[in-house]
């Protein structure tokens, strides 16, 4: 049970639009990430996130934004979107704060494909 | 930076072995390792922290060695489950108490009856 979840599954959306995806995690964990991974499979951190401070991927456009309106969520906001961001999106949890050595627990992961 | 896994793929008959194999430049705190099947999220299978230590459970078990930032996962008589993509990560500090959890590029493993 990785008691991550997020919505939606599926996302099929024109260029230029603007959409966000959202996860929840119920564990009260504090350390929260959104992942990339594009059609080779190459899984790419995009942000990680506690409740002090967000870290982020220098490499990820600043279209992309995450959002945290409280510890449970992590919703990542993309704006313009172009056909370079279709891939799968993935939410995960681990239960520090980033010390190393933690447990990534993943969402189901939201596929998205800008048209 | 990406650790390197090897092989990139691999195929085997229900029963053989197999191990994979990842390769960090840097100095590292831990490695995991996750397995990934088609359509799914990746899904944790274990965590080695530094001191060499072996882990493993079932048939499948890794080791890491610290001084040559290596991490092998070794799969023994391995079952049709065991296809997917195994992924390692390589723990390493990124400055300001935190760490840097970079994945690699994956392992596509297999099995046929």
């Known amino acids: 049970d990785t008691a991550v979840s997020q919505t939606p599954k599926y996302l099929v959306t024109q260029m230029g639009n603007d959409k966000s995806i959202k996860c929840e995690q119920n564990l009260g964990h504090d350390t929260m990430y959104w992942y990339k991974q594009d059609s080779k499979k190459f899984l790419k951190i995009m942000f990680s996130y506690n409740n002090k401070e967000l870290i982020i991927n220098e490499t990820v456009p600043n279209r992309f934004s995450p959002k945290s309106p409280d510890k449970a969520h992590l919703n990542l906001h993309i704006n313009s979107l172009e056909l370079g961001d279709s891939a799968v999106y993935f939410c995960a949890r681990s239960p520090g704060t980033r010390g190393g050595g933690e447990t990534q627990y993943f969402g189901p992961g939201t596929r998205l494909l800008v048209l | ?113």
């Open chain 2, 1 to 113: 930076q990406q650790p390197v896994q090897s092989p990139q793929a691999v195929i085997l008959r229900e029963g053989e072995d197999a191990v994979i194999n990842c390769s960090s430049s840097k100095a590292l705190y831990s490695v995991h390792w996750y397995r990934q099947k088609h359509g799914e999220a990746p899904v944790f299978l274990m965590i080695l922290l530094k001191g060499g230590e072996q882990k493993g459970h079932d048939k499948i078990s890794a080791s890491f060695n610290e001084k040559k930032q290596q991490s092998s996962l070794y799969l023994t008589a391995s079952q049709l489950s065991y296809s997917g993509t195994y992924f390692c990560g390589t723990d390493a500090y990124s400055g300001a108490g935190s760490y840097q959890l970079t994945f690699g590029k994956g392992t596509k493993l297999s099995v046929i009856p």
